[in-house]
């Protein structure tokens, strides 16, 4: 059974930084891209960020000027999002989500899905 | 970025009644296109991919057609369990890979 579970959502100050975790199993970790998805309080989903299986490949939103960065741990099968120069509009649940296509390069649908983290930008 | 638009915003419905949702991207997107539902404090399901394929698990009620910028998301017959946000997605013109702002199918 597939699963992934988010963790290390928590209100942080603008301007500050926080690292994301998702921990996967049940599946090859190393044979499917990943990616995060947000979505803020009441509103609907935006994709984040993706990383290739192999974790050479990366892509981001453009709205993040180069804030977030994505990377993964194949030997401990966990993916991260660190998010630095926080701002009120990140506020959202952060999903990890792991592709349906083995073996892709990129992103392509979002498979399965964990329960999300919640991450407050506010002072 | 190609961006989807999904109407309507709100569809009011009985059980057992028929829904028609629809996404519209902004350029052609060949048959690159998923569905996923959402309900209230859970995590997207995928529901079809590619325009028409199902997702193991789905339901035969739930089905999809369309090609290159007209797309369409059927419930034939709405279950209790159907009332939550749709969400159409599209994979082919990317970074990024965008979703369209939800269809509401709610009970009337």
């Known amino acids: 059974e597939v699963q992934l579970l988010e963790s290390g959502g928590t209100l942080v100050q603008p301007g500050g930084s926080l690292r994301l975790s998702c921990a996967a199993s049940?599946?090859?970790?190393?044979?499917?891209?990943m990616s995060w998805v947000r979505q803020a309080p009441g509103k609907g989903l935006e994709w984040v960020s993706g990383i290739s299986g192999s974790g050479i490949s990366t892509n981001y939103a453009g709205s993040l000027e180069r804030r977030f960065t994505i990377s993964r741990d194949n030997s401990r099968n966990m993916v991260y999002l660190q998010m630095n120069n926080l701002r009120a509009e990140d506020t959202a649940v952060y999903y990890c989500?792991?592709?349906?296509?083995?073996?892709?390069?990129?992103?392509?649908?979002?498979?399965?899905w964990g329960q999300g983290t919640l991450v407050t930008v506010s002072s | 970025e190609t961006v989807l638009t999904q109407s309507p915003a709100i569809l009011s419905l009985s059980p057992g009644e028929s829904a028609t949702l629809s996404c519209r991207a902004s350029q052609d997107i060949r048959t690159y296109l998923a569905w996923y539902q959402q309900k209230p404090g859970q995590a997207p399901r995928l529901l079809i991919s590619d325009a028409s394929n199902r997702a193991a698990g789905i339901p035969a009620r739930f089905s999809g057609s369309g090609s290159g910028t007209e797309f369409t998301l059927t419930i034939s017959s709405l279950e209790p369990e159907d009332f939550a946000v749709y969400y159409c997605?599209?994979?082919?013109?990317?970074?990024?890979?965008?979703f369209g702002q939800g269809t509401k199918v709610e009970i009337k």
């Open positions: 997605q599209q994979r082919y013109n990317w970074p990024p890979w965008t």
């Open positions: 989500a792991k592709d349906l296509i083995r073996g892709g390069s990129h992103p392509d649908y979002f498979h399965y």
């Open positions: 049940g599946f090859t970790f190393s044979d499917y891209a």
